[in-house]
C-alpha cells in the first residue's frame, strides 16, 4: 500500500493554469509508473498522463500540449503543470501509483478542479 496525498486544485477562470502535486510515502518510488486521472461525475474516470522512473510520458489527446507531467525522485512528488485551461477539464484528478513489477495500483483521494468564470 502506497499512501498518496493530493494539493493544488482549485477554482480557476478558463484559460488559466493551476499546478497539482501528489507526494507518495514508498521508499520505492523509482519502481513506480506515475499518473493523474480524472473524473467527472457519471463518468469513468479517464487517463490524463502517466510518467515511468524514466521520464517517459504519455498524455491523453485533450490535454496533449496544455499539460506537463513531471517527478521528483528525491522528493517522492509527481506534478502537473496545467496551462490554457477550458471548461471541459473541470473534474476531480486523481493521482496513481503503479508498481512495474506487481502491476498494483494506488490511488490518493483526489483534488477538486473547477475551470470557470
Known amino acids: 500500500q502506497v499512501q498518496l496525498v493530493e494539493s493544488g486544485g482549485g477554482l480557476v477562470p478558463p484559460g488559466g493554469s493551476l499546478t497539482l502535486s501528489c507526494v507518495a510515502s514508498?521508499?520505492?518510488?523509482?519502481?513506480?509508473?506515475m499518473g493523474w486521472y480524472r473524473q467527472v461525475p457519471g463518468k469513468q474516470r479517464d487517463l490524463v498522463a502517466t510518467i515511468t522512473s524514466g521520464d517517459d510520458t504519455d498524455y491523453s489527446d485533450s490535454v496533449k500540449g496544455r499539460f506537463t507531467i513531471s517527478r521528483d525522485n528525491a522528493k517522492n512528488t509527481i506534478h502537473l503543470q496545467m496551462n490554457s485551461l477550458k471548461a471541459d477539464d473541470t473534474a476531480v484528478y486523481y493521482c496513481?501509483?503503479?508498481?512495474?513489477?506487481?502491476?498494483?495500483?494506488?490511488w490518493g483521494q483526489g483534488t477538486q478542479v473547477t475551470v470557470s468564470s
Open positions: 514508498t521508499i520505492t518510488f523509482r519502481l513506480y509508473t
Open positions: 496513481n501509483a503503479r508498481h512495474m513489477i506487481t502491476r498494483r495500483d494506488d
